[in-house]
């Protein structure tokens, strides 16, 4: 292409600007106002304080009870221990089972514990057809409703034992949650 050349209109314009503002800086009023949220970084960190809110709000909407918190991190300081600490017609009464009938499936440990604070009764049991589960039972009357999840690698439920106090199942796999639930909530036949 070729060059443009100038007609008298530009170069009178030109010469006119030219004695229009001192030599130097130009004046403030002729630079582009940015509003302050329109900068990148105040963009970037936006988005990165709304990506934060999400997941932490995702995170505290699937987080358990403060109690199912502690029945876990209870169950995890005592995976391997075994033994019988308590007799079992006290542990039956307190899981609302008859108390003349054996303990179900393979009793691991049974023992009286303190979570948060509260009695428990614990017990880990092996269910053949299911796996290890920890059931914890509460002297004291505690108010949590039936739920379940996934938090610090195990699953968790709570279920309404047979005399309708809350129990507390925690296990390894899914699986084993589901024979618990059967043996532990059903109603009597």
Not at 11 to 35: C, M, N, V
Not at 126 to 137: C, Q, R, S
């Amino acid at each position: 292409m070729y060059p443009r050349l100038d007609d008298d209109f530009d170069l009178r314009a030109r010469a006119d600007l030219s004695l229009a503002y001192e030599a130097g800086d130009a004046p403030p009023t002729l630079f582009r106002h940015t509003p302050w949220f329109s900068r990148r970084w105040v963009q970037a960190c936006g988005v990165l304080l709304l990506l934060a809110s999400v997941v932490m709000g995702g995170v505290l909407a699937v987080r358990p009870p403060e109690l199912v918190r502690g029945a876990i991190e209870h169950e995890y300081y005592e995976r391997t221990l075994r033994g019988s600490f308590m007799d079992a017609p006290t542990l039956l009464a307190q899981l609302g089972l008859d108390k003349n009938k054996p303990v179900p499936g393979y009793p691991q440990l049974m023992r009286p514990c303190d979570i948060d604070g509260k009695l428990a009764y614990h017990l880990t049991t092996f269910f053949e057809k299911g796996g290890i589960v920890t059931v914890f039972a509460f002297e004291q009357p505690v108010s949590l409703k039936e739920d379940e999840g996934w938090w610090n690698d195990v699953y968790w439920q709570v279920v309404t034992a047979r005399d309708g106090r809350p129990l507390i199942l925690v296990a390894e796999k899914k699986k084993a949650l589901g024979v618990a639930n059967r043996v532990f909530s059903q109603p009597p036949a």
